[in-house]
């Protein structure tokens, strides 16, 4: 008897062993933010305090609405270096077309469908002409900078407007409206790349492209899908952008497309593609925000938290390979 | 037993697999060693320990009476050990000479010495008795060429003992040939050879000895090959014995599903024309390059046709892309597995899923994802797909279940004329037999089926009619009552050939 219900103990923890060791491999980053949030509650002043929880949610929420798109665009095995363009493009639309028309409505839509075009523009150019990406994003990047300061004669234009600013600074029970919109995107964008055949075809272009095709997927179509929605919400983060700064900034996000790429890396997204999921995006946008935060609580100097970034990225995705290669090996 | 390459009491375990449970081998200086057994058998597990890629669970490698572990595969070649794979790792841009010595280019003060690669280069290609040029570019080699510099690159490692996994799968009559006289000279030198194949045939004509694996177990060694027969082995394979693996039975025709006029396109040289009725297979049969997966490629959309024209149950259709093709009720099994039919990084739902879900929806985007795992379920049970759950990444799949996970996909949905481009290319005899079975039955239920395939018996052995094809054209057709393996190389060979090959 005694034995009998021994053996079964063992086997419990053995279990459990096997769950937190599963849990490990999948969700190792998330474990890796718990802890630092600790730490970093218990050693930092003012850090877990209501005002810097919303401070912290407000610096990372202009990359949480980008990531989510991004992560559809790194699934599909594809990148999207003019997003920082599009942040300040938008905004800058949006503020001319409000200027003019005195109308906030026709301004964020404005704002929007700019971001959506080029999205569209660079859609067709990767699907249909076949060009790499990378170069494609990076052209139309620069191409788009330009426009922006030709659109608004290469200075901020502030907005006249005050209704615009309750987008971006407004709030709802104490909780500031981009706060909110991040939340919801990160809703959004998780149920389609899990739920929906959009998300899984994306994936299955990413993790094999060629057996996506003879398997009947319409890759070109959902390509093009891909990078127009990225544009929408590139653009859509532009006009919030815009209407928290109360102004369109010709300058606004320059490296915010990196900074975007890697907080989904740092989240276990493969820049190979087929493998994105949503929790990683989350922690890896949370990550890169709260060590930022933390730094500047601590009064780290900008020349150092530069260092301590890319560190960070470096080592995280590092860790990471090591995992995989362990796991490689071992099945 | 005390041989100069030793297995002992090798074991190897993968979470909820074991891959190898106490293999225990011994293979001696100078004999050529043939492992069989079905796929997932464990005999590339055994190659991957051998090569430093995966390290054993338990037990160790004995070389010349001396223990060896090896951390990685660089340290299993400096142990002068060659394990060469199906897959080719060549740079594609680079030159044959380039290739052959990568890693290793005769340099002086960082300059390479391109009359000394030349050299070396030359000297490899005529001891692997292959007339190229060094300095042809890779891409431009075919595959089977291709396959035997990924030989000649590991012999030049000056390796002693050497292990071949599959090698003639992509290779033609002629460079198989020379690939077994590369292998008895190596066997001359006193080289210590292990042989990996499906072909019995194979394993006969080259091996000295041979060993059965099933289920990660060494089943049986049969020290002297001249003593066993194919049965014998098959038996020890399966573990029953498999009387007729193709299980021919001649069965009821129906309409003509599909007809195909004067197609022409990339690869067919002059336009083609065939039909298949519902409840037909028809076979295709060629040489590498002859046209036939270029024409199924046509058909299924894959590549633009030029002329002609394709006909579904009478009626006209118009394939532009595979799309198209999944519509009318055409689907294809592609030939190259790895490349055009898994996805590797995501799990057997959805890799069986992949084309069938987007009629699962529910409000227009949303997965189904009960219907999914049903079907998925369905299809692991009624193909016996070898898996430990739904969410097993497909890359962890052996070979023949990827295959059944690629057959499930095509079978989810409405099909009418189903094209299989090698079925059964690297698949073990057991889970070939359940192809052929699956197929007749699938024929029986009304479908038209199109097997390519470059085994000729396997073409003979379950088609109702042959399609030959050679040099981009259809030669002939013939029926299976009056079909023969020399009537149909008869056709197949190339004009000149012909003398030599059929005697």
């Not at chain 2, 074991?11 to 449970?21: E, I, T, Y």
């Not at chain 2, 057994?37 to 597990?45: D, H, L, P, W």
């Not at chain 2, 879900?357 to 998925?376: S, T, Y």
């Amino acid at each position: 008897m005694t034995e009998h219900s021994s053996g079964i103990t063992a086997k419990r923890s053995f279990n459990i062993m096997k769950i937190l060791r599963g849990f490990w491999t999948n969700s190792g980053i998330v474990i890796v933010y718990i802890v630092l949030f600790i730490l970093f509650s218990l050693f930092i002043p003012y850090f877990f305090t209501l005002r810097n929880m919303i401070a912290l949610g407000l610096s990372v929420s202009m990359v949480s609405m980008v990531a989510c798109t991004m992560l559809f665009c790194l699934a599909s095995g594809d990148f999207d270096l003019s997003v920082e363009s599009i942040v300040a493009f938008s905004g800058v639309v949006a503020a001319v077309v409000i200027n003019m028309s005195g109308n906030v409505f026709l301004g964020i839509i404005c704002g929007i469908a700019g971001g959506g075009l080029i999205g569209l523009m660079n859609g067709l150019i990767i699907a249909k002409i076949h060009i790499n990406a990378l170069i494609t994003t990076l052209a139309m990047a620069q191409m788009v900078r330009g426009f922006t300061f030709i659109v608004c004669g290469g200075q901020a234009r502030t907005i006249g407007n005050a209704n615009f600013f309750s987008l971006g600074n407004g709030n709802f029970f104490g909780i500031p409206n981009p706060i909110l919109i991040s939340i919801l995107c990160f809703g959004v964008f998780g149920i389609l790349i899990n739920k929906t055949t959009y998300g899984k075809d994306s994936l299955a272009i990413g993790g094999n492209i060629e057996a996506a095709y003879l398997a009947g997927i319409n890759v070109d179509r959902t390509k093009v899908i891909i990078f127009m929605v990225q544009g929408l919400m590139a653009g859509f983060a532009g006009v919030v952008l815009a209407s928290r700064m109360t102004s369109g900034q010709p300058n606004a996000a320059l490296g915010f497309s990196l900074d975007v790429i890697s907080a989904c890396v740092l989240g276990g997204v493969s820049l190979k593609g087929g493998i994105a999921p949503i929790k990683g995006v989350i922690v890896g946008v949370l990550i890169m925000g709260t060590v930022q935060d933390a730094m500047n609580l601590m009064n780290i100097p900008t020349f150092y938290q530069y260092i301590a970034r890319g560190g960070i990225l470096l080592i995280a995705v590092t860790i990471d390979q090591i995992k995989q290669e362990r796991l490689r090996k071992s099945t | 037993m005390d041989g100069y390459l030793q297995f002992k009491g090798i074991s190897k375990q993968f979470p909820g697999v074991q891959a190898l449970d106490n293999i225990s081998l011994s293979v001696n200086e100078g004999s050529i060693h043939g492992l069989v057994g079905e796929n997932g058998a464990g005999k590339s597990t055994l190659l991957k320990i051998l090569s430093g890629a995966y390290a054993p669970t338990k037990g160790s490698i004995f070389i010349d009476g001396k223990e060896i572990r090896f951390k990685s595969t660089k340290s299993a070649r400096d142990s002068r050990v060659a394990v060469i794979y199906q897959e080719l790792n060549l740079v594609p841009e680079m030159n044959v000479a380039e290739n052959l010595l990568l890693g290793h280019l005769p340099a002086k003060h960082g300059f390479i010495q391109t009359s000394v690669l030349d050299n070396i280069a030359a000297r490899q290609l005529a001891l692997l008795l292959e007339d190229i040029d060094p300095h042809t570019i890779v891409k431009n080699l075919p595959i089977a060429q291709r396959q035997m510099i990924e030989i000649g690159k590991a012999l030049l490692l000056n390796a002693k003992i050497i292990a071949f996994d599959e090698p003639t799968s992509s290779l033609s009559e002629k460079e198989k040939n020379q690939l077994f006289t590369i292998v008895r000279n190596l066997k001359k030198q006193g080289c210590v050879i292990i042989y990996v194949s499906h072909l019995l045939n194979e394993i006969f004509e080259l091996c000295d000895s041979v060993s059965v694996f099933r289920d990660g177990k060494l089943i049986k060694t049969f020290e002297d090959i001249r003593l066993v027969n194919n049965d014998m082995i098959v038996k020890k394979m399966v573990g029953r014995s498999i009387v007729d693996i193709y299980g021919y039975k001649s069965r009821e025709q129906g309409e003509t599903v599909l007809e195909v006029k004067g197609l022409k396109g990339p690869g067919i040289q002059k336009p083609v024309n065939f039909s298949v009725k519902s409840g037909e297979v028809l076979g295709f049969y060629g040489l590498v390059g002859a046209g036939r997966s270029e024409l199924m490629r046509i058909i299924y959309g894959l590549s633009e046709k030029e002329s002609g024209s394709i006909f579904l149950n009478g009626k006209e259709v118009f394939i532009k892309n595979p799309g198209n093709a999944l519509v009318s009720g055409i689907v294809l099994c592609p030939e190259d597995r790895m490349r055009e039919g898994i996805i590797p990084v995501r799990d057997v739902n959805e890799n069986i899923n992949i084309t069938v879900r987007k009629h699962f929806v529910k409000f227009g985007i949303f997965l189904d994802q009960v219907k999914e795992r049903q079907n998925a379920t369905d299809f692991i049970d009624k193909l016996k797909i070898k898996t430990p759950s739904l969410e097993q990444l497909v890359r962890n799949l052996s070979g023949g279940n990827q295959q059944k996970v690629i057959i499930a996909r095509l079978l989810s949905i409405e099909t009418k004329v189903i094209i299989m481009d090698e079925p059964t290319r690297g698949i073990d005899v057991g889970t070939k037999s359940e192809i052929y079975r699956l197929i007749h039955k699938l024929a029986e239920s009304g479908k038209a089926i199109i097997l390519v395939s470059s085994e000729l018996p396997e073409v003979l052995g379950i088609s109702d009619r042959v399609i030959v094809m050679r040099d981009g054209q259809k030669v002939t057709e013939l029926d299976h009552a009056d079909v023969t393996e020399k009537k149909v190389l008869h056709f197949a060979l190339p004009e000149n050939n012909k003398q030599n090959r059929i005697s």
